[in-house]
């Protein structure tokens, strides 16, 4: 079996747990396999063996549990446990009393109430293959700045929010217009919400429009304006043509905002932008979609009849899928095609701002499609951009029902959607994507915890914690991640958003064994096939090389003849 040592902080778990240990369990996974063996309970992991075969320990942290229950209540012997990456089994023990005990021990384990108590505070997980290799360190905004060729003359690198002075969950630095003087960007981040002035997120080396992103104006129902902001935006502009500006809300749900003290930027004040509206559901109807997707999912008894398709289809998850993919589809064409910058904003511009923001990042930088590069884009527009994961994911069971949403896994879905139909155009796999799902909601890596840039400086959490990247990029684990098929395609990724392009990730949600990652069948096939397929492909070149030489030869041989 597996040994996991436990620190002392980490004996504090360890004495509340009555039953560490529980013998002759049995577990019954989804598909209807049986194995019985040993139970154990550690301060942070639950392990069930069979001390017979490696391949049937089954580990996993106890925050990673979403929901444990008792079959029947107060007095059954079954426990149904459900994980948050929508692995499902049941355990079964011989006693009322083990069973009382270990799901006592798991529903205390499973909410620790605060963050510092979490597994990533007291893991040191090493990579096997290279244990002492640095830390991996991704490309800065000054190599940013570059790659994207911004005209040093229209932009700037800002330190304007050194100490988070201006906002929280932005970073030290960002990109802003360079006519801009940090004073005025002082003024217009006391007009956006939460501080969060706008940002650039690309700029198109070929037409010079840009990216955008920010909280929205502070203007209410007094139509409040403001100068700085107006010569901010405008100064993103090219000498001719208007912007726009992408509301992720609903139009009623951004009016709804103006008798709050916020809205939406007023034609009368921006004449130079149109506001356009993506009409991305809000959080808790997101919330509410996720939930009935588990539970059909989930459901056993539906998932072999013709009504689990029907149940799928009522849950909305995959129109969620679609509206967010029209509105990066919308945002490329925009700037790519039309030459037009884009401002994206919602509410704060922490939430369905940084999933339209990234993928349309993705589909125009060829970059950000290779693996180091997406993972950049992560960390730049994701965690230094102030998603709140802690918050959302629920990582310490304290956040309430209506701040938890699944916006990080709706981004994934639609980038799984992506790599459907570009499957030579991205450098990894749909591995990768679980690999960040999962750990974006409980890991042994302190890379998603927290809510925001400052609250991650002031723990100092990249000393207390390992961080995921360097594990996702050691050379024990980034062969899994690679696209054997991948080709590097600078073009502009252009994609369907008709229903019939849209698919269900069956691979994540419909998991029918326990394995802690999923498996894509004929990964190691397809490159040992790419393999061959290159080596053919060199030989022709020789072969070829070979008969030119030949050829001329000949004919230097024919001349002298004649």
């Not at 029947?72 to 009322?96: A, S, W, Y």
Request: glycine share 4%.
């Amino acid at each position: 079996i597996t040994v996991y040592y436990v620190t002392k902080h980490g004996m504090e778990f360890m004495e509340r747990i009555k039953r560490p240990i529980v013998e002759n369990v049995r577990l019954t996974q989804a598909n209807g396999v049986i194995n019985e063996g040993m139970l154990c309970i550690t301060a942070f992991h639950c392990i069930f063996s069979t001390r017979m075969k490696t391949e049937d320990e089954i580990t996993f942290l106890h925050t990673s549990a979403l929901s444990l229950e008792r079959r029947p209540p107060t007095t059954g012997t079954n426990i149904e446990v459900l994980l948050k990456d929508f692995r499902h089994f049941f355990l079964d023990f011989k006693t009322q009393e083990e069973c009382s005990d270990v799901i006592e021990a798991l529903e205390m384990l499973s909410r620790p109430g605060q963050l510092d108590k979490l597994h990533a505070f007291f893991a040191r997980p090493r990579h096997s293959s290279c244990p002492s290799a640095p830390p991996v360190k991704l490309d800065g905004l000054e190599t940013i700045f570059k790659r994207f060729q911004c005209p040093q003359e229209r932009w700037r690198i800002s330190s304007c929010n050194k100490g988070y002075s201006l906002c929280s969950s932005y970073p030290d630095e960002v990109i802003v217009p360079k006519k801009i003087k940090d004073e005025e960007i002082a003024i217009v981040a006391a007009f956006r919400q939460h501080g969060r002035f706008p940002v650039m997120c690309f700029h198109h080396a070929k037409n010079l429009a840009v990216l955008m992103r920010c909280g929205q104006p502070l203007c209410g129902s007094s139509q409040k304006r403001c100068r700085e902001d107006i010569s901010l935006l405008n100064s993103c502009l090219q000498s001719i043509g208007k912007g726009r500006i992408l509301d992720v809300r609903t139009q009623q749900k951004a009016q709804h905002q103006i008798s709050k003290g916020g809205g939406v930027e007023f034609p009368s004040n921006y004449s130079q932008w149109r506001v356009e509206y993506a009409s991305l559901e809000s959080l808790s109807k997101l919330q509410t979609s996720y939930n009935k997707l588990i539970e059909a999912c989930t459901d056993s008894s539906l998932l072999s009849s013709s009504s689990w398709f029907g149940r799928l289809e009522s849950c909305g998850w995959l129109s969620h899928v679609e509206r967010l993919l029209k509105a990066i589809k919308h945002v490329v064409h925009s700037i790519h095609h039309d030459a037009s910058s884009v401002v994206v904003h919602g509410t704060t511009g922490k939430d369905a701002t940084l999933q339209v923001t990234s993928l349309s990042v993705l589909l125009m930088d060829s970059h950000s499609r290779t693996i180091r590069g997406f993972l950049e884009l992560i960390q730049r527009e994701w965690l230094d951009g102030g998603h709140p994961f802690s918050l959302r994911h629920d990582h310490v069971s304290t956040s309430p029902d209506k701040e938890k949403a699944p916006l990080f896994l709706l981004f994934l879905d639609a980038l799984w959607q992506i790599m459907q139909q570009y499957p030579l155009s991205l450098e990894f796999n749909e591995i990768l994507l679980h690999h960040l799902f999962v750990h974006s909601y409980s890991s042994s890596y302190g890379t998603f915890l927290y809510d925001t840039p400052s609250e991650r400086q002031r723990v100092k959490l990249n000393e207390k914690t390992e961080s995921l990247w360097d594990y996702l990029l050691s050379p024990a684990v980034l062969p899994s991640l690679l696209n054997p098929l991948y080709e590097r395609n600078h073009s502009v990724l252009l994609i369907s958003t008709h229903p019939c392009s849209i698919g269900f990730w069956q691979r994540l949600y419909l998991r029918k064994d326990l394995n802690q990652a999923i498996e894509v069948p004929g990964l190691e096939a397809l490159a040992n096939l790419k393999k061959k397929n290159n080596d053919l492909k060199r030989q022709l070149v020789e072969i070829r090389s070979e008969l030119d030489s030949l050829q001329t030869e000949g004919r230097q041989y024919s001349t002298v003849w004649h």
